[in-house]
């Protein structure tokens, strides 16, 4: 099973970025698709899921109004489009998959993750 983040770079404040998490699921049935991120020396965060199945979100609400997570099961990927970006949003961004209903915000609750990608937010 391999989870695989792209679409990081370099952007100005008030700009947008569309990450994308590419799944590989031959042996592999999500629950929920999540985004963390991290910015070193500090914990990684919950940003936004989404149930592979169903129409339920779930935003941080630091990001709730600017980012918008979505799938094309068909294409096995996950997007999480982020808008108004800020430089507080600079982090490592990291999709990652649980296969069961355990609490979405909850790093611990995540079996499989990706690599990360590097968003980069100028003022």
């Known amino acids: 099973v391999q989870l695989q983040a792209s679409g990081g770079g370099l952007v100005q404040a008030g700009g947008s970025l569309r990450l994308s998490c590419a799944v590989s699921?031959?042996?592999?049935?999500?629950?929920?698709m999540g985004w963390f991120r991290q910015v070193p020396g500090k914990e990684r965060e919950f940003v936004a899921t989404l149930p592979w199945r169903g129409d339920r979100r779930w935003y941080a609400d630091s990001v709730r109004g600017r980012f918008a997570v979505s799938r094309d099961k068909a294409k096995d990927t996950v997007w999480l489009q982020m808008n108004s970006l800020k430089p507080e949003d600079t982090a490592v961004y990291y999709c990652?998959?649980?296969?069961?209903?355990?609490?979405?915000?909850?790093?611990?609750?995540?079996?499989?993750w990706g690599q990360g990608t590097l968003v980069t937010v100028s003022s």
């Open positions: 990652a998959a649980k296969t069961d209903s355990s609490s979405v915000s909850r790093i611990f609750n995540y079996n499989y």
């Open positions: 699921r031959r042996a592999f049935q999500a629950y929920d």
